[in-house]
């Protein structure tokens, strides 16, 4: 059995920082997605709240706006650095609903999320989004 280090707290911290990501193989190239942070996935769910406080079931709109939110707080380079920012949310709704829900549901995988919820956002979506014949 390997014996495991003792982390101090910058050993610790630095781990911290290297958050878990995988590779999502999209048709014109690769890219990387990460795990949310603790504080990046508490502010995803108080996003969730807010929306559904305003509506308790959730409108294509609210819907894709949780999917590009989601996007942009988990696709990274491969060093985990974000490529985008909450500013691109509405940018990124503009993308391919297959790339989108592919980015998601493999955001959602690396982060530990309940499939429920994307579950949830692709009933509202409709059938662009459960069509998507790309895998992770």
């Known amino acids: 059995m390997k014996k495991k280090t003792i982390l101090g707290r910058e050993a ?9 990501q995988i590779t999502v193989e999209l048709d014109d190239g690769i890219v990387f997605v990460r795990e949310m942070s603790g504080k990046s996935l508490i502010d995803y769910n ?26 942009a707080r988990t696709v990274c380079d491969e060093d985990g650095s974000l490529l985008f920012t909450e500013e691109d949310v509405d940018i990124l709704s503009n993308s391919s609903m297959t790339t989108l829900k592919l980015l998601a549901e493999a955001a959602m995988k690396v982060s530990g999320l309940p499939q429920k919820s994307i579950e949830e956002a692709k ?3 409709g059938n662009d989004l459960t069509n998507s014949s790309a895998s992770v």
């Open 46 to 71: 108080e996003k969730l709240d807010a929306l559904k406080t305003l509506s308790p079931e959730l409108t294509p709109a609210s819907s894709l706006e949780l999917i590009s939110l989601l996007v």
């Open 12 to 20: 610790f911290l630095s781990s911290v920082s290297r958050l878990k």
């Open 123 to 125: 009933n509202t979506l």
